[in-house]
């Protein structure tokens, strides 16, 4: 089956530690994207990256870090330099192209207490 | 300002009526016109997907764009409990660094009630 797929589904951690969450998909596509949403707030972009070992902020990086080194991975880095970061985190990956629709995947919750 | 405004609802509806959902934005260089579908805990899908003006209908669902007025709508016919979810309206531009970006309404949160 081809897809996006988030891993953990649930990841609790302590506040001051960084933690990274993995994204990976098998669909061939060249761009990938990270979102964060909060209750009550549509996605925000956090990073995307439109090519392998490439990759640009979007509107609220500062205290996320990323890196693609491979077509299929796009994990996402939680540093303790983020000020709120339990919230629900999604992967999305879409082909090169300004037309084309973004596959998302199943996120994951992130609680920092 | 934000680039694309939605009422956030919630909007509570019997089975069986016509829902409206409704996306305004600010941008006129958006092409590409989206709505998405999430489930509770879960990641959107992808339901309707438009280029430029115009109407699109799939099955039950609906699609309006108004570029004149940046406007754009869905529509629901006999609505099912199964329609009970989070709506997000998207869209992108054409051209520009921006390639591939959405920018996303805030979602409407829809309860079908039997």
């Known amino acids: ?113 | 300002q934000k680039e694309v405004e939605q009422d956030p609802g919630p909007l509570s509806v019997p089975e069986g009526a016509i829902v409206s959902l409704n996306c305004t934005y600010s941008n006129s260089a958006f092409q590409y016109f989206m709505w998405y579908r999430q489930y509770s805990r879960k990641g959107p899908e992808l339901l309707m997907y438009t280029y430029s003006s115009g109407n699109k209908e799939d099955g039950r669902f609906t699609a309006q764009v108004d570029k004149s007025s940046k406007y754009i709508s869905l529509f629901i016919r006999d609505s099912q409990p199964s329609d009970s979810a989070t709506y997000l309206c998207a869209m992108s531009e054409v051209g520009g660094s921006t390639l591939g970006r959405l920018y996303f309404g805030r979602g409407t949160q829809l309860t079908v009630w039997p």
């Open chain 1, 1 to 113: 089956d081809g897809g996006i797929t988030q891993s953990p589904k649930y990841l609790f951690r302590k506040e001051g530690q960084n933690v990274t969450l993995s994204c990976e998909q098998n669909l061939n596509h060249d761009a990938m994207y990270w979102y964060r949403q909060d209750p009550g707030q549509g996605l925000r972009l956090i990073y995307y990256s439109q090519i392998v070992n490439d990759f640009q902020k979007g509107d609220i990086a500062e205290g996320y870090s990323v890196s693609r080194e491979k077509k299929e991975s796009f994990p996402l880095t939680v540093t303790s330099a983020q000020k709120n970061p339990t919230a629900f985190y999604l992967c999305a990956s879409s082909s090169q192209g300004e037309s084309d629709e973004q596959y998302f995947g199943p996120g994951t919750r992130l609680t920092v207490t």
